[in-house]
């Protein structure tokens, strides 16, 4: 690295300056007030009609970046503030980390990463330059000391990159993936890539890393740097994750054609930006529901299965300097903490009223609901869920003056929901096809689980034949999602529940929802929680958690509910 890019104030400085010539270019989105504003008395919108058998993209997660020679690590405390799924948490479950071009350096990240992959988060790291030794200098254009990586180099540079992979794994972090260049395109400061040059490494060395590979990662997804790969068949078979930026990235460029046409078995992810600036203070309102727009967009019209935001701790990012959390933070944590890895985007009606945003989620049962209004006035809004029966609703809003707060229940009616979305808010709604109490995502399990809990009310009820259980999992590299559902056969309520199962060798637990888990991993209690402890005859529950694996990723094959042996389905 440079001197300057060794102090991490002015290396900022330096990027915001790079970042300022975007405005010229006629991409950079301006960022008004609403335009269009609805009455002062509650406005009625169309309906929001969702469909969970429609399912689109994977969801991977939300999250953000650590740079610890740039910006400094996070604290202990505000690692799990990020990573964390809870009340006055982010949420997040995506980390990037960068790739130091010397190995001596490889370690500022790990605290942050490994606590992060305790938390259930997948890390992902982005090289800035190779090792010095394996670039050269040329001129491009007006830069005379532009840098590129020798082609001599392309072995060992791909060596470099597994090199790190290794480490990492070696020290208790599996990266998901890795990139083979941070925004080769826009490469001032850096090492710069053509396309052909990003083709020609990926067909000819990229096989030989260890783990997934992540590119272009375009700083303003710009489509010459992505279509080469996709049209070249050698190169995608050596390429797992498309990976692009949004600096200044017009909403009508957000769609991708040809990664729908090419891209199958493919990921196409979001993979930095800082959005809508990052000179006003992160919270500036109503300028954070900016954010809650750009986060729907990525996932509806572009189609992103992660969104990650550059420092996760700054002025404008999503965690202010002094640990707490911003507003543009609480409207990331909208989505970050209810849609969870494994999640499947389905489709909704996106925008059902003017200045009013929805996109829905689903994992076995639970449907997830995040509606955006960025109106001055309060919407009426009705959702309609598809082949729903009724249940209860959970809510949480944030708006100018709450941060994710949870609302009081309702439930849903026939598939139909009717709620009023305050003004300027976004709103994030939980809900169960299968009827019953509403879910609750939040987990709570701790990474180090405290003695097994008491269930909260004696097991009792469900005659009749035994429970059903169906088993449901979404699994990546060295982690996966689990969702359970439960159904009381019987003809009597069960009043207080355990659900015990055997997790396979090398899966270990590390959060939770609708449920108390413990021990994390061998044989496992699952304990209702005080909202769902009764199972009416016939209804159905949700349950489910996130765990890591190393590389057995087999289900349970038995389950037991309060001792009885449960139909698996």
Not at 57 to 72: K, L, N, S
Not at 105 to 134: C, H, I, Q, Y
Not at 509 to 528: D, E, L
Request: glycine letters at 8%; one cysteine or more.
């Amino acid at each position: 690295m440079t001197q300057d890019q060794n102090d991490p104030v002015s290396r900022e400085r330096r990027l915001l300056s790079r970042r300022s010539v975007l405005a010229t270019m006629g991409a950079l989105p301006v960022i008004t007030a609403a335009t269009s504003v609805l009455g002062a008395t509650e406005a009625a919108a169309a309906t929001a009609a969702i469909n969970p058998s429609a399912q689109r993209q994977t969801i991977r997660g939300f999250g953000g970046m650590t740079h610890a020679a740039w910006a400094g690590d996070l604290t202990s405390a505000q690692r799990d503030t990020a990573f964390g799924n809870g009340d006055g948490k982010l949420g997040f479950s995506v980390l990037r980390i960068p790739v130091g071009e010397n190995q001596s350096d490889w370690s500022r990240d790990l605290a942050t990463a490994k606590r992060a992959v305790e938390l259930g988060a997948t890390v992902f790291a982005s090289p800035w330059n190779p090792p010095a030794s394996m670039t050269e200098t040329f001129t491009r254009g007006s830069q005379t000391n532009a840098k590129r990586l020798k082609y001599s180099s392309y072995a060992a540079y791909a060596q470099h990159l597994d090199g790190f992979t290794t480490y990492m794994r070696n020290n208790g972090v599996n990266l998901y993936a890795i990139s083979v260049q941070n925004e080769p395109d826009y490469a001032q400061d850096w090492t710069w890539w053509t396309s052909a040059e990003i083709v020609r490494f990926l067909r000819e060395n990229a096989g030989s890393i260890g783990t997934r590979v992540i590119a272009p990662e375009s700083f303003q997804y710009i489509k010459s740097m992505s279509d080469p790969i996709l049209n070249d068949s050698s190169a995608l078979a050596n390429v797992d994750i498309i990976g692009a930026h949004l600096y200044g990235t017009s909403y009508s460029n957000f769609p991708y054609p040809l990664f729908q046409q090419k891209g199958a078995g493919k990921e196409l992810w979001m993979t930095e930006v800082y959005y809508p600036n990052s000179t006003d203070s992160a919270d500036t309102w109503p300028q954070a529901l900016d954010v809650g727009e750009h986060m729907h967009r990525a996932m509806v019209d572009a189609g992103f299965q992660a969104y990650v935001w550059w420092y996760i701790r700054r002025s404008y990012g999503p965690m202010r300097e002094d640990g707490q959390i911003s507003k543009r933070g609480a409207i990331m944590a909208q989505f970050a903490r209810f849609v969870r890895p494994g999640y499947v985007r389905i489709d909704a009606t996106a925008n059902p009223a003017t200045n009013v945003y929805v996109s829905a989620y689903r994992s076995g049962n639970t449907v997830v609901i995040v509606a955006l209004n960025k109106g001055t006035s309060a919407v009426s809004q009705q959702f309609t869920v598809a082949n729903a029966g009724s249940a209860g609703v959970s809510s949480w809003v944030t708006d100018a003056s709450r941060n994710v707060a949870p609302q009081a229940a309702t439930s849903m009616s026939n598939g139909s929901l009717t709620v009023t979305l305050p003004a300027r808010s976004m709103t994030t709604f939980v809900t169960s096809l299968s009827g019953g109490s509403s879910p609750s995502p939040s987990p709570i399990l701790s990474p180090t689980p405290s003695p097994s809990p008491s269930p909260s009310a004696s097991p009792s009820g469900g005659t009749g034949t035994g429970p059903r259980v169906a088993y449901t999992m979404s699994t990546w590299n060295n982690g996966f999602t689990a969702s359970i559902s439960i159904t009381n056969t019987g003809t009597s309520a069960i009043d207080g529940w355990t659900l015990a199962f055997t997790l396979p060798s090398g899966q270990s637990i590390t959060s939770g929802w609708n449920a108390t888990y413990s021990p994390s991993s061998g044989q496992v209690n699952a304990r209702n929680v005080d909202y769902n402890g009764t199972i009416a005859p016939g209804a159905t529950i949700d349950i489910g958690f996130q765990a890591t694996h190393t590389g057995n990723t087999a289900e349970p094959t038995a389950f037991t509910l309060n001792g009885v042996p449960c139909t698996v389905v």
